[in-house]
């Protein structure tokens, strides 16, 4: 660019090549050879609509008509991703920042940057796009005059087809089959050990059922697991767009309405040697923080130092029932003393609550934890150790007798009101369970100290207190 002329008083040069990573790549080197600003280019492939003429660069709009070019592997890679985005403007951010590289080597690792962050963007949803089609992908078994071959049809939100190919032919690779998508099409010669694209199909064309599809419900209702049944999650994972083509959707809303009953069913099929063979006749709280040492009711006292067991006055009217114990409370063998409870203790006050007048204690009574070096990091008990632990905190109910309970966070909820508990459904609710006549689920303190972004940890701060205040206020009086 010549000197005192600024970017944007230049007439911007359209350039279109083949809708391709490589095509891209040929169209920017002379460009970015002779220095071209990207404010004087504009980018754009065949497939957006443009003219497929290609406008000859003009190098008096050059730096230099012969520039050493920087070219990192690592941005080709990522690039390489990106080029598959549906966005418009790919091209051009990707020589943008090709262009930037020239002069600043670093800018891939500046996370604050506009145009990086725009890239990353890009690059996390057309993996996020790929990873969905690995996951959705259903072939349907075709028999003609050729022999026998599987066709899937799909939709994706980017252009993932290339890139998702070599996983099929590896998982597959002794199959013959065909993926079909709106914008392309590819094909797996077993024999050859090839594949060969071509172009897009319209959903009209694709086999709609097989005979298999009736083995195939038959087989994911065997693996589903009802004691992890997430709506919220599996929304989450499987949007809506992606349902037309997965013929276990028609099995999911039976499987969802019998999850309780077989979860129930499972536990009702482990070993007999339950924590209740572990609990005393007498149910005093002295008696049962004395007999818990002895409960082999689940795994988790392998590992765990010690059982922790509830504190505080026999006389409470309130309870609160938090998770399980934390790595302090593994090692002091005492209830709520680490950050979560630091934090509890701040709210309480906060809520006007003497902490030295309820009783406080968690649905699982031993530490569940993965070892990393010297760290112990916590992990989350299966509804298994949440049934299994059940009777040691039905016990302290029943000693306790408290007027009200509290449950801290899901496995809290979960243990008085089973797996489908929506914590976030019916937070804040003055609710009544099979085990407590008033009961009021919120959140677990350790849920704001996980929170990343400061706002969400001060509303959900808000939240646990205002529960607090409700829960102080429906005894009638300040606990």
Not at 12 to 31: C, Y
Not at 438 to 445: E, G, K, M, N, S
Request: charged share 25%; with cysteine.
């Amino acid at each position: 660019m010549k000197q005192g002329t600024s970017p944007q008083a230049i007439l911007r040069q359209s350039i279109s090549f083949a809708p391709t990573f490589d095509a891209w790549r040929e169209a920017v080197r002379p460009l970015l050879s002779a220095a071209a600003h990207p404010a004087t280019i504009d980018l754009a492939d065949t497939a957006s609509g443009v003219s497929d003429s290609l406008f000859a660069f003009s190098a008096r709009n050059s730096v230099s008509e012969s520039t050493p070019v920087h070219v990192p592997r690592s941005f080709i890679e990522r690039a390489k991703i990106v080029a598959c985005h549906r966005s418009a403007d790919r091209w051009n951010l990707l020589y943008r920042i090709l262009f930037r590289l020239q002069s600043d080597r670093n800018l891939m690792k500046l996370d604050v940057d506009d145009d990086i962050a725009e890239f990353r963007r890009l690059e996390h949803q057309v993996k996020r796009d790929l990873h969905k089609m690995h996951a959705f992908v259903r072939f349907r078994k075709v028999e003609d005059e050729t022999g026998v071959h599987y066709i899937a049809w799909y939709e994706p939100a980017h252009h993932v087809l290339a890139l998702a190919a070599p996983f099929f032919a590896e998982r597959f690779a002794i199959m013959q089959w065909a993926i079909l998508t709106p914008d392309a099409s590819v094909n797996w010669d077993p024999d050859e050990k090839r594949l060969t694209f071509g172009t897009g199909v319209p959903r009209e064309r694709a086999p709609v059922t097989d005979d298999f599809e009736a083995l195939w419900r038959t087989y994911y209702s065997s693996i589903f697991n009802p004691a992890r049944t997430n709506l919220h999650a599996m929304r989450s994972e499987m949007p809506v767009r992606y349902w037309k083509n997965l013929p276990e959707i028609d099995s999911l809303p039976r499987l969802l309405t019998e999850a309780e009953g077989r979860v129930e069913a499972m536990l009702a099929r482990q070993p007999k040697v339950t924590a209740a063979s572990f609990l005393p006749s007498e149910r005093s709280l002295p008696i049962l923080q004395q007999s818990i040492h002895t409960c082999q009711g689940c795994e988790l006292y392998r590992c765990a130092t010690q059982p922790v067991f509830g504190a505080g006055p026999s006389t409470a009217r309130m309870m609160f029932v938090g998770e399980q114990p934390g790595d302090e409370e593994d090692r002091a063998g005492k209830p709520f003393i680490g950050p979560a409870g630091r934090l509890l203790d701040t709210l309480l006050a906060e809520a006007e609550i003497d902490r030295s007048s309820v009783y406080v204690t968690n649905a699982v009574k031993h530490f569940k934890f993965t070892e990393r070096g010297k760290r112990r990091l916590h992990e989350n008990p299966r509804a298994s150790e949440i049934f299994a632990c059940r009777p040691w905190l039905l016990a302290e109910l029943e000693a306790v007798h408290p007027e009200l309970v509290v449950c801290l966070g899901a496995t809290a909820s979960k243990s008085l009101f089973g797996p489908n508990f929506g914590l976030m459904r019916d937070r804040g609710k003055i609710l009544s369970s099979p085990y407590a006549e008033r009961v009021i689920a919120t959140l677990h303190p350790s849920a704001i100290l996980r929170a990343t972004d400061p706002e969400r940890a001060a509303q959900m701060r808000s939240m646990l207190v205002a529960d607090l205040r409700l829960a102080s206020a429906t005894l009638g009086a300040k606990a």
